[in-house]
């Protein structure tokens, strides 16, 4: 078709009626879509200025674990497609997790709303619409905001994805590496930025310095950035991230007891002021899954399907290293029944080599206002399969819940770029209520395993106990009486004087005869102490 005459130009225009014989361009689409197994409909086909019923857009569910992209500019329905795509994978009985950024997500706990809008969406897409809710667990980082609390260890967490959130240079991330090498072998667990703060001192104090000269040392000038950057790190009230108990990833495979999957929402509506933090966070989830799951092979369904919304922030920065284990975890995951789904605004947001592995494509609108823009829509189209459609014209003409799609057949090919009216949500297009929510959180059977923070004995309450001990008893031989029990504002005063001391260098050596060995850490240096 040429560019004035195209289903491009028209995608978004008034609708005529499914018909049940195709035009023979759009037939040779919809057979691209024609699947024998399980799958999941995504909506019917827009062609020459109709939407089509009898040609149906689906996803084979044995190719979730291909990954995919969700993109389009802001407003263009990315949210909802997150959430149909969701629905169907629970009712296929595909555990989920979803990031809710805005907090509009949760909904999907509740049985939708039926309205002249739905029910007309329904018809022009050949949907039997039904209101249903869907199972849920709604969980939060380090329980700042609604949700059970999902917290890592800093031993867990690992010095690559910490070096990204603290957004420490190179060197500065290879001196991180190598003090958590020291502690991995020494035994020190590095429960909170706390234990963290106390064994960098430690390396750059005068008992200290000598542990790391056979591999390379500690500047002070660099334990210092590093120092700063926790510090600033805990003003921002990142320190509840970090901690116990530790939440164990695999509660995200779960079914419901109906047997259909369970829709994890990581609720991030009260920490998206702290966008760093949470895309690492989510890659630190994905690792752990990665790290603990065994190889699968290709599965008839995934055993999860992990979509890791505003996805751009996790790449912005990112260090050549951090990059590579991205690529390398993207691409190795799949063989243990992980699919995953990055959702951003343009493809160009994702790295070439991540980009290649993601063989699902779902891409709302594009703008182009400005020059950017129009080169951000011209890189988009090229992503895509050749296609009748006159892409760049299409692309800025969908209207709000339509797309472009392109994904991976049941052999593995890629099917023929295809315009689609998308199918409503069948669950609460909006928020749930707050005291809904509230309910469900504090019904869940996960709430009291991980509900209260739990600050157990580790290396810097040792560190703090001795040194008062060591203070009440130079006191008492000097006459004296002892200081009360320390406050946090004397905290670096007090790592200073203890990481100093003959305490510690002795207590360190006791708990690496008793504890002393090396972690195996995974791609992105997260590993877990398991007791």
Partial sequence: ?????????????????????????????????????????????????????????RIPLGMLT???????????????????????????????????????????????????????????????WEAKGFPCEFHALGGIGPGIPVRATVTSFGPVLLSKVLQLNRTQEQSLGLIFHYADAKGLELVDLKDLRAVVAFLVSDTGKSELKGIGGLSTATAGVILRSLTAFEQQGAGDFF?????????????????????????????????????????????????????VGDLDRPKLVFFFDEA??????????????????????????????????????????????????????????????????????????????????????LGIGEAVITVLSEKGAPTPVAATRLRSPQSLMGPLAAAELDAAVKGSSLYAGYAQAVDRESAYEKLGAEHEAEQRAAAE??????????????????????????????????????????????????ARHRR
């Fill in 477 to 526: 031989a000097a006459g004296r009486p002892s200081k009360g029990s320390r406050q946090p504002e004397d905290d670096a005063l007090l790592v200073e004087q203890v990481v100093g001391s003959g305490v510690f260098r002795s207590l360190a050596r006791s708990v690496g005869t008793q504890l002393g060995r090396e972690i195996s850490r995974s791609l992105f240096g997260t």
């Fill in 243 to 295: 901690g116990e108990p530790e939440f164990e990833t695999a509660e995200f495979l779960r079914q419901a007891p109906d047997g259909r999957g369970l829709v994890s929402v990581l609720e991030l509506a009260a920490v998206q002021d702290k966008p760093q933090l949470f895309s690492t966070f989510l890659m630190w989830l994905l690792a752990d899954l990665f790290h603990d799951l065994p190889e």
């Fill in 1 to 57: 078709m040429s560019g004035s005459d195209s289903a491009g130009g028209s995608a978004g225009a008034g609708l005529g009626e499914g018909v049940g014989v195709l035009p023979q361009q759009a037939r040779e689409i919809a057979d691209g879509y024609a699947v024998g197994g399980a799958a999941l409909d995504l909506g019917a086909l827009l062609w020459d200025g109709a939407c089509l019923p009898a040609a149906q857009i």
């Fill in 312 to 397: 751009h922030l996790l790449f912005n920065g990112a260090s050549k290293a951090f990059l590579e284990s991205i690529t390398q975890t993207v691409r190795l995951i799949r063989s243990k029944g992980v699919g995953i789904f990055f959702v951003t605004q343009t493809p160009r947001d994702v790295p070439g080599d991540v980009l290649a592995q993601l063989g699902n494509r779902v891409q709302h609108a594009l703008r182009a206002f400005t020059p950017d823009d129009a080169k951000a829509l011209r890189a988009t189209v090229k992503t895509f399969p050749n296609s009748p459609y006159d892409l760049e014209e299409l692309l800025t003409q």
């Fill in 66 to 128: 291909r990954h995919g992209l969700v993109a389009g500019a802001t407003g263009t329905g990315k949210t909802k497609t997150l959430q149909l795509i969701a629905e169907q994978l629970s009712a296929n009985g595909v555990p989920v997790f979803l990031a809710d950024i805005k907090g509009d997500v949760s909904g999907i706990a509740a049985p939708g709303v039926p309205g002249g809008k739905v029910a007309e969406r329904a018809g022009q897409v050949g949907q039997q």
